[in-house]
């Protein structure tokens, strides 16, 4: 199985910033395909962040892009987020993911293994 550990929530004021990290255990990371979800207290869990198994290709929600970068460092088995401007309706757990598939995903069900999840909360 692969196991992977995000880190990196906290609180942060409104126009913040925040840097997520989701190590994984799996060596060849490079093969598959990565994203970040999130999913706030009464809401469904939404797509935020996909990425490629290069890490070439990358994929943003509309209500995110421009405010956030996904990258990953496959030498160190890590993907990460990088959250800018941080407005109050971000405060969610995210969640990162991993897809047996090397392209990338925006779809929460073409993910094989899950984070437990980080909190993010954005003050007003």
């Avoid at 993911?97 to 993910?111: H, I, M, P």
Wanted: net charge positive; with cysteine; aromatic share 12%.
């Amino acid at each position: 199985q692969v196991q992977l550990v995000e880190s990196g929530g906290g609180l942060v004021q409104a126009g913040g910033s925040l840097r997520l990290s989701c190590a994984a255990s799996r060596r060849t990371l490079s093969s598959y395909g990565m994203g970040w979800f999130r999913q706030a207290p009464g809401k469904e869990r939404e797509f935020v962040a996909a990425i490629s198994g290069s890490g070439v290709s990358t994929y943003y929600a509309d209500s995110v892009k421009g405010r956030v970068t996904i990258s990953r460092d496959n030498a160190k088995n890590t993907m990460y987020l990088q959250m800018n401007s941080l407005k109050p309706e971000d405060t969610a757990v995210y969640y990162c993911a991993l897809d047996f598939g090397v392209a990338g995903s925006t779809r929460a069900y073409t993910y094989n293994y899950w984070g437990q999840g980080t909190q993010v909360t954005v003050s007003s």
